[in-house]
């Protein structure tokens, strides 16, 4: 029986489009706003806003039909400047900030009307990334620098606060039943001074009073995504167990948090990709490739260091190490991992993803915009392995110059160089057959994907696919120069650098697409994105992607 796991970098977000054609507008609307930030809400929710930096708008999803608009003077007297704004789109809340020297100021408003729910200057040096809010309870979980506070939503009421919690409340799963809630702590990127002291915990704690019912230490970096804010990590409870998959697979007892086992390595992935001019709040995403299981066996990459990278064998049952192959020497990442017939195989190096904000100034202000790119990550490399003991079959020299990623599709080991195409035989490293994407008639391929039985290439002017048994031309879609921008189930988006995009759909390839005036900002409705909103000086765009 065939296993396997994809290496997880291509987390692209995903859209929809039928024809080669304009998105079809769902409304347009003037803001009498010439803003400067803007936020996105939840289409269930209804509410999204946009804001210079003396007034605000908040706006219907549906029809753009505006809700409210009024000055911050007339939100906040309290406040006499804005500088950030802060939604909870769950919670139907934005916190504006006036950060004052020492003294910040919070107001929390509700977006539903623009009513002041409360102030207050007992938070100092919070950010977006220290508030996390708790929905079962319609709270919010602030981190200060020596404790943790948690307080109404809708009334600012501290309920409770506890010093043996430090760090930002992650990834969490809520008892509904007695209350208590498992959360994992992190520090966001760049506050790493602010938390001083700071460990990893893992927690159980009751939601009522605060009181830790018990922690435990974690291994690894928790931590989420820069731009989509997705966590990096997952937990659940199963079983009376907390399994938390980070670095490796960790589990914990439900009801004491005593360590069952822990199959985990200490890794980050700083100085992999440097962030470049202007480029604030950044992450490195898809280094390391998830553990593989395999019926009773689990497959993992131990990336200790970079002088100290091997493959483990476990027992997915009780954690005991089986088998530690040679260690693997010069790897920065090792994006990809495949256990497909009793053989191991690893890609090293490759397109990795990365996320940043940029930030643009201008002669007023600075605007900062989001970016989803992907970036190649050398040395390059095959390399595989017995899954019986651990030993080295092969090791192909064939991409030492280049590779984009390594998919299965229908059974067969596809390796990606960006130029060609390859299928290899996994017993002995040899090439079954080789093609070079120029058949697609694409360009150069950033990365290719399964999908319903073809091979997708992703390539510089747009998509094309393969037949996996002997690498045959099928179809292909051309668009203008662009990059993966993202992927939502079956649709990919692909934006150009002036923040063109067109939404494949890679059912068909069929694409629609947009043509961003300069200075625009577009934002992808991130639920089921069948929505992309366009935001340019005063006014407002709703396209429909599917």
């Known amino acids: 029986m065939k296993k396997l796991t994809l290496a997880t970098f291509v987390a692209l977000l995903t859209l929809s489009g039928f024809a080669q054609a304009d998105m079809p507008v769902e409304w347009e609307k003037d803001m009498g ?34 809700y409210w608009k009024k000055t911050f003077k007339e939100l906040t007297p309290n406040l006499k400047k804005i500088d950030e704004l802060v939604p909870f789109w769950k919670s139907n809340v934005v916190f504006l900030f006036d950060r004052k020297a020492g003294k910040d100021q919070i107001a929390c408003i509700d977006l539903t009307n623009g009513k002041l729910l409360w102030t207050t200057d007992k938070y100092q040096k919070v950010t977006a990334d220290m508030i996390v809010y708790i929905a079962e309870d319609d709270g919010f979980a602030i981190s200060l620098k020596k404790e943790l506070v948690y307080i109404k939503a ?7 606060s506890t010093s043996k919690f430090q760090g930002v409340v992650g990834k969490y799963v809520y008892n509904s039943g007695d209350h208590t809630m498992v959360m994992v702590n992190f520090i966001p990127s760049g506050f790493i001074a602010f938390f001083t002291g700071f460990k990893n915990q893992i927690a159980r704690i009751n939601m009522k009073t ?33 399994i938390l998959r980070l670095a490796g697979i960790q589990l914990y007892d439900y009801n004491t948090g005593a360590s069952l086992w822990s199959v985990a390595f200490d890794y980050t992935p700083e100085g992999i990709v440097k962030p470049g001019k202007d480029q604030g709040r950044f992450g ?14 689990m497959y993992v990459l131990d990336m200790t260091s970079k002088k100290s990278q091997y493959i483990k064998k476990y027992d997915h049952n009780t954690g005991k190490l089986i088998w530690t192959s040679k260690e693997i020497k010069g790897a920065k990442a090792i994006p990809g991992m ?47 392995f017995s899954a019986e003991d651990g030993s080295n079959l ?6 030492k110059k280049g590779i984009t990623n ?46 319903q039985g073809k091979i997708v290439v992703v390539g510089e002017k747009g998509l094309s696919t393969f037949n996996p048994d002997d690498g045959s031309f099928i179809t292909n879609s ?35 697409q947009y043509d961003a005036k300069k200075g625009a900002k577009t934002w992808l409705e991130r639920e089921d994105a069948k929505y992309v909103y366009v935001y340019e000086k005063k006014g407002v765009t709703k396209l429909r992607v599917y």
């Open 33 to 66: 706003i010439k803003f400067i930030h803007t936020g996105t809400g939840l289409e269930v929710n209804d509410y999204s806003y946009v804001s210079s930096d003396k007034e605000m708008a908040v706006f219907s999803n549906k029809d753009g039909h505006i």
């Open 154 to 160: 809708r009334t600012g009421e501290a309920l409770w």
């Open 210 to 242: 605060g009181e830790i019912i018990w922690e435990n230490t974690y291994i690894g970096r928790a931590d989420r995504k820069t731009v989509t804010r997705d966590f990096v990590y997952d937990l659940n409870v199963d079983d009376e167990k907390v």
């Open 284 to 297: 490195v995403y898809g280094t390391v490739a998830d553990p593989v299981i395999d019926g009773d066996d």
């Open 338 to 384: 495949i256990v497909n017939d009793g053989i191991v195989v690893i890609q090293i190096g490759g397109m990795v993803e990365i996320q940043y904000v940029q930030k643009i100034q201008t002669q007023y202000y600075t605007m900062t915009i989001p970016v989803v790119r992907y970036k190649g990550v050398k040395p390059y490399g095959i390399q595989a």
């Open 394 to 399: 092969w090791d192909s020299e064939r991409f």
């Open 406 to 451: 390594a998919i299965v599709a229908e059974g067969d080991h596809i390796v990606c160089s960006g130029k060609v195409l390859y299928s290899i035989d996994l017993k002995t490293g040899d090439v079954n057959y080789e093609v070079p994407v120029s058949k697609g008639g694409t360009g150069l391929a950033s990365l290719i994907l399964p999908y």
């Open 478 to 512: 051309v668009y203008k120069k662009a990059v993966p921008a993202g992927r939502i189930k079956n649709i990919i988006l692909m934006k150009t650098d002036k923040d063109d995009f067109a939404a494949y759909n890679l059912d068909d390839l069929s694409y629609k």
